[in-house]
């Protein structure tokens, strides 16, 4: 199984930017596909999640208002569009990919099995 973002990168406050992730290696159907970022010195934090079988979206604190989860079955991406950005919105973030049990718990990253290397977003004020 294999998780890669891309798309990060420097930007200024109020920008935009949109981040992928390239799924591939099982069948994703039955999976919950999460984004989450990590600050320098910080937990890593709860972003986004979208269901892959019904496109049903979740949002952390961080994204409400800002940011748009989605995913294309058919290539078997994820995206992250993220909107307003703020000087703390600076972090890696992190393509994560968990299959739902019982019990499952939508923003904790230990229920995530797979895991991306993450892609760096900067947002400089």
């Known amino acids: 199984v294999q998780l890669v973002e891309s798309g990060g990168g420097l930007v200024q406050a109020g920008a935009s930017l949109r981040l992928s992730c390239a799924a591939s290696?099982?069948?994703?159907?039955?999976?919950?596909m999460g984004w989450f970022r990590q600050a320098p010195g910080k937990t890593r934090e709860f972003v986004a999640a979208?269901?892959?079988?019904?496109?049903?979206?979740y949002y952390g604190e961080p994204a409400k208002g800002r940011f748009t989860i989605a995913r294309d079955y058919a290539k078997a991406l994820v995206y992250l569009q993220m909107n307003s950005l703020k000087p703390e919105d600076t972090a890696v973030y992190y393509c994560?990919?968990?299959?739902?049990?019982?019990?499952?718990?939508?923003?904790?990253?230990?229920?995530?099995?797979?895991w991306g290397q993450g892609t760096l977003v900067t947002v400089s004020s």
């Open positions: 994560a990919a968990g299959q739902p049990t019982e019990g499952w718990v939508i923003a904790t990253p230990a229920m995530y099995d797979y």
């Open positions: 979208i269901r892959w079988s019904d496109d049903s979206p």
């Open positions: 290696g099982r069948t994703f159907s039955s999976y919950v």
